[in-house]
């Protein structure tokens, strides 16, 4: 998924409202079960605590590559 605001950049807002104009590419029905579940997740990278209910982790290299071959295999 690749976002940018209405200046082409991706900021913070500081009290006021930001628009993103995005992009997404292999979209799953938000009524159909997750084609990845949390304990798959676990499983092949278990370095990312799934279930902390975290929002904007930085993934190292690695784990991002992890994270799109397991993506590109069940999609």
Same mark, same amino acid.
């Given at each position: 998924?690749?976002?940018?605001?209405?200046?082409?950049?991706?900021?913070?807002? &500081?009290?006021?409202?930001?628009?993103? &104009?995005?992009?997404?590419?292999?979209?799953?029905?938000?009524?159909? &079960?997750?084609?990845?579940?949390?304990?798959?997740?676990?499983?092949?990278?278990?370095?990312?605590?799934?279930?902390?209910?975290?929002?904007?982790?930085?993934?190292?290299?690695?784990?991002?590559? &992890?994270?799109?071959?397991?993506?590109?295999?069940?999609?």
């Amino acid at each position: 998924m690749m976002a940018t605001d209405t200046k082409g950049k991706i900021e913070l807002a &500081k009290g006021d409202s930001s628009f993103l &104009k995005m992009d997404c590419y292999d979209c799953v029905p938000a009524d159909q &079960k997750p084609p990845v579940d949390i304990e798959i997740l676990e499983k092949e990278i278990p370095e990312i605590d799934w279930r902390k209910g975290h929002s904007g982790e930085l993934l190292s290299e690695e784990t991002a590559e &992890k994270l799109d071959e397991l993506w590109n295999k069940i999609m």
